[in-house]
């Protein structure tokens, strides 16, 4: 199983990026995808989840209204649209496929991206 994210980097506050995670090797349809996050010195948090049919989505408090997460079960990719960043939103981001069900809890993560650094400068 791979999970490949693309699309971080450097960006200034207010700016907006777009994070792909791109899957292979399992049944994608079969799995929740979720971000998470870890800034220096931080554990991992939680950033947004997405069902595996797509229909519901779940978001931490501090991302809700300006993070998206969406799907395509055809590409088996999900993405994470970020609007009006903020410097406290600097971190590695983190792409995870959990098996069936959905959880906050990066422990319960069956499979795990490389990690993407977002840097947003203020």
């Known amino acids: 199983v791979q999970l490949q994210a693309s699309g971080g980097g450097l960006v200034q506050a207010g700016g907006s990026l777009r994070l792909s995670c791109a899957a292979s090797?399992?049944?994608?349809?079969?799995?929740?995808m979720s971000w998470f996050r870890q800034a220096p010195g931080k554990e991992r948090d939680f950033v947004a989840a997405?069902?595996?049919?797509?229909?519901?989505?779940f978001y931490a408090d501090s991302m809700k209204g300006r993070f998206t997460i969406s799907r395509d079960n055809v590409k088996n990719t999900v993405y994470l649209q970020m609007n009006t960043l903020k410097p406290e939103d600097t971190a590695v981001y983190y792409c995870?496929?959990?098996?069936?069900?959905?959880?906050?809890?990066?422990?319960?993560?069956?499979?795990w991206g490389q990690g993407i650094l977002v840097t947003v400068s203020s």
């Open positions: 090797g399992l049944t994608f349809s079969n799995y929740v």
């Open positions: 995870a496929a959990k098996f069936w069900s959905y959880s906050r809890n990066y422990a319960e993560y069956n499979y």
């Open positions: 997405i069902t595996r049919s797509g229909t519901s989505t």
